[in-house]
């Protein structure tokens, strides 16, 4: 019996020694295993050579798509928003301009009497009329845009005005059936009258807008209107005047006036087509604003 007790308790000392090693060898076994979930997690975090090179080129990607998006932005006028700062040069610079023009920019008067066209536009008066052309200004003769209620004679009108800058927007009326440089004779015949009767005045000459897809007649294309334009903008040096290429900002492909921008589906222009108008006159007063300060 006590031989019994002798060994059970032998027995009960050895399995108490076992079970303290069996325990710390659990414990051993955890940490190592922490230990070693947490150097492989860091190993995870940590980017390889190759991923940050990659990365690096994906920053680089994006760097170039932005400058591309802001550069083609420049030339083609998506972004129509006018800045504080931009609408009071622009105030400035057209403080006492005329803009001479047909049915066009007659629609353009209306729009900028409305209460969200900006302000620089106030400054602007409209010689228009619908129908109106390089003969009726030259010649003092038929069709007369009003100024103060009464229709005036082109002569009359900017005697009485004296503008700083002149703005000429015509010829779209002349062209079906007749030679584009026929009537860029003519038009170069009026810059000359126009310098006569305002000889301090700076002139611009805004080229013809075109029509919009699919409406081109036989006699009156978007091809004679861009020979037109061309006999304008050839001779503009000569003439000593600026020309203005307003027809290819309000393009999408350089040939047709987009229909979202078109009020009749033909050539005049709807509120977001005049929307176009505001934003090239406004960088137009910014540009010549910064190179007078140069």
Not at 101 to 108: L, M, P, Q, R, T
Not at 214 to 238: C, L, Q
Not at 249 to 262: A, K, W
Request: proline share 3%.
């Amino acid at each position: 019996m006590n031989i019994d007790k002798k060994y059970a308790r032998s027995i009960l000392r050895e399995y108490n020694k076992k079970s303290k090693r069996v325990y710390f060898l659990l414990i051993f076994l955890v940490i190592t295993e922490c230990f070693a979930f947490a150097i492989d997690a860091r190993r995870k975090d940590e980017p390889t050579k190759e991923n940050t090179a990659q990365e690096e080129a994906a920053v680089e990607n994006t760097e170039t798509t932005t400058f591309n998006s802001t550069e083609d932005a420049t030339s083609q006028p998506t972004n129509n928003k006018i800045t504080p700062e931009q609408e009071s040069i622009a105030t400035d610079f057209y403080s006492n301009s005329v803009i001479i023009g047909d049915s066009i920019v007659a629609g353009y008067d209306i729009y900028a009497k409305d209460v969200e066209a900006p302000e620089f536009l106030n400054g602007i008066t409209f010689l228009s009329a619908v129908n109106y052309g390089t003969e009726h200004a030259l010649t003092d003769t038929g069709i007369k845009p009003e100024y103060k209620g009464e229709a005036r004679t082109l002569e009359e009108s900017l005697r009485l005005i004296e503008p700083d800058r002149i703005f000429i927007n015509l010829g779209i009326n002349e062209l079906s059936g007749v030679e584009p440089d026929k009537v860029g004779e003519r038009f170069g015949l009026l810059v000359d009258k126009i310098k006569g009767i305002c000889p301090n005045a700076k002139i611009y000459v805004i080229s013809v807008t075109y029509i919009v897809k699919g409406s081109e007649k036989e006699d009156f294309t978007n091809d004679i209107i861009k020979k037109y334009n061309n006999y304008i903008e050839t001779r503009a040096p000569e003439w000593g005047v600026t020309y203005l290429d307003l027809a290819s900002v309000m393009s999408f492909d350089g040939e047709t006036l987009p229909s979202e921008y078109s009020s009749d589906g033909y050539v005049h222009h709807n509120k977001d087509g005049f929307k176009i108008w505001d934003k090239f006159l406004v960088n137009l007063a910014v540009n010549e604003s910064e190179e007078s300060t140069l």
